[in-house]
């Protein structure tokens, strides 16, 4: 077994501009190696240093020649093509003894890096793999603050070697440019640049992103001190125009009091966040918030959601979900764009149902209303403890608010003497205090006392927690609002591993042993 050679980028200088994937592979490489110059000191493991593991075998490829010349019988391009093939065998030797390599490459390893060398020589008899990094065009253009091309202009990258007249005919017959290789070629880049009359609209970086960053006017620097390590850039004429305030389309004054003064047009997302922060949240519905106008919602449920000065918040009692459905969409017909944000899934005992019941009145019947699903309480509580909903199982609410008692209880006897298992929303309240324990009485009509049953208290929170008891032994007290209740099936089981137990119910099914 051979090992790899990877060609790691690693940004344009600031060693936070490192990718994750190029910091971890800095971290466990077997042999890290670098090119310099003479004297020996390379920017680029400068720059990987904070990443660097102390263990690894460190190859130094000094360069025999930079700028000066050189008595090699092949000249210049003889003594970098000696070099080059000699640091290509050195690595091979640590390929072949199966380490794995790490080239450094400043920026980019195929953008006019060192790396290119070695993996023209090596590619083609071991395993390599290239990290891209961000290029000193970007670094230089975030520096000044400036974008480079827009719509369709087109962005051209040129060497500072190239020739004076060269370079003015390539710059003049472009919209925006990058020139790299300056140094002593700067005087040349000016001159051409103004030849091709665009010398005012360019722009100088020195050492982007490292310390002693530097910016300017190219017109206004000093020949005389300008590093390899610069860039001149050209950008688009459309790139650096600023729109007009006054007269700019896409400005949009939104007044929230006011909607008729809202473009565009409305409609109603009902969202659902999931069982407790940010990372249940979809990228389906995180996209759905951001461009929202307007926040409709439970009050504590609102709060998930970061707030956004430009979006306007319409938080309201938990049991006004008709009100709130019918301002969702009042908003939405004067052309706003509406998310009305539920926990869990909206489609699950939440506000899904009551905006489409409110949505089919004809007044409403012409605005566009979307739901996006949520990740549900009963998914978060099952996953927490196993698959106690591995097989067929029921949704049931134990609040009596929208329905009496006497269905509850009915629709528990069903789906007890139908032998699923059931996930009981809303079991109990300061309200109701009674309900959970009725609750159990009835299941155990039909389910064995040591039935397994799961409590799942604000999974995904900071005070989550998980209690696996019986059904015999359920303590309602134990039961509050935002606990969701799992009542086993008779295949339902509690394994004991090695990390804590399990609920499971398979999804093969056995002939049950009723009780009652």
């Not at 959970?436 to 006392?449: I, K, N, Q, T, W």
């Amino acid at each position: 077994m051979t090992g790899t050679l990877y060609g790691v980028g690693l940004g344009p200088g600031d060693p936070e501009l490192t990718t994750i994937k190029a910091a971890r592979l800095i971290r466990d490489a077997d042999v890290i190696a670098y090119h310099s110059a003479r004297h020996g000191r390379s920017i680029a493991r400068r720059i990987a240093e904070p990443h660097l593991s102390g263990t690894a075998v460190e190859e130094a490829l000094v360069y025999p020649v930079t700028t000066e010349t050189t008595d090699h019988p092949g000249g210049y391009q003889g003594a970098i093509d000696e070099f080059y093939a000699e640091a290509a065998a050195r690595l091979a030797a640590h390929l072949d003894a199966g380490r794995d390599v790490v080239l450094l490459a400043e920026g980019d390893p195929l953008f006019y890096g060192s790396y290119m060398h070695m993996h023209k020589r090596l590619a083609g008899r071991y395993r390599t793999e290239v990290v891209p990094g961000v290029t000193s065009i970007s670094g230089a253009a975030a520096a000044l603050g400036r974008p480079l091309v827009e719509r369709d202009e087109v962005l051209t990258v040129l060497p500072g070697t190239l020739p004076r007249e060269e370079l003015a005919r390539r710059l003049a017959d472009t919209d925006s440019a990058a020139v790299m290789k300056l140094g002593r070629t700067f005087g040349t880049v000016r001159d051409a640049l103004a030849d091709a009359g665009k010398l005012d609209r360019a722009y100088y970086v020195e050492r982007a992103t490292m310390e002693g960053q530097r910016t300017g006017a190219v017109g206004e620097v000093d020949a005389g001190g300008v590093p390899y390590f610069a860039i001149a850039l050209l950008p688009g004429d459309v790139a650096s125009s600023v729109p007009d305030q006054d007269n700019d389309d896409h400005r949009v004054a939104l007044d929230p009091a006011d909607p008729a003064s809202v473009r565009g047009p409305g409609e109603v997302v009902v969202v659902g966040t999931g069982p407790a922060g940010r990372d249940w949240l979809t990228p389906q519905v995180a996209a759905a918030l951001s461009v929202a106008d307007d926040l409709v919602g439970y009050g504590p449920y609102l709060d998930r959601v970061p707030a956004n000065p430009r979006q306007t918040r319409h938080p309201s009692d938990n049991r006004v979900e008709a009100e709130r459905a019918a301002h969702a969409l009042d908003l939405a017909a004067s052309g706003r764009r509406v998310a009305v944000v539920s926990a869990g899934d909206p489609g699950i005992f939440a506000m899904a149902a009551a905006v489409l019941e409110v949505a089919s009145e004809p007044k409403y019947r012409d605005v566009p209303v979307r739901v996006l699903p949520g990740l549900s309480a009963a998914q978060a509580v099952s996953a927490a403890i196993g698959a106690p909903l591995g097989h067929d199982h029921a949704m049931i609410s134990l609040s009596d608010r929208l329905k009496p008692w006497d269905v509850v209880a009915a629709r528990l006897r069903a789906a007890a003497s139908a032998d699923l298992a059931i996930a009981i929303y809303n079991p109990r309240s300061k309200a109701r205090p009674w309900q959970m324990g009725a609750a159990r009485d009835v299941l155990l009509e039909h389910r064995s006392p040591d039935t397994p049953v799961v409590l799942g208290r604000d999974v995904g929170g900071s005070g989550q927690r998980i209690t696996v008891t019986t059904l015999g032994e359920l303590d309602p007290e134990l039961v509050d609002m935002r606990t969701l209740v799992i009542v086993g099936s008779s295949t339902t089981r509690v394994v004991e591993r090695g990390d804590g137990p399990v609920v499971l119910t398979p999804r093969h099914y056995e002939t049950p042993t009723t009780t009652g």
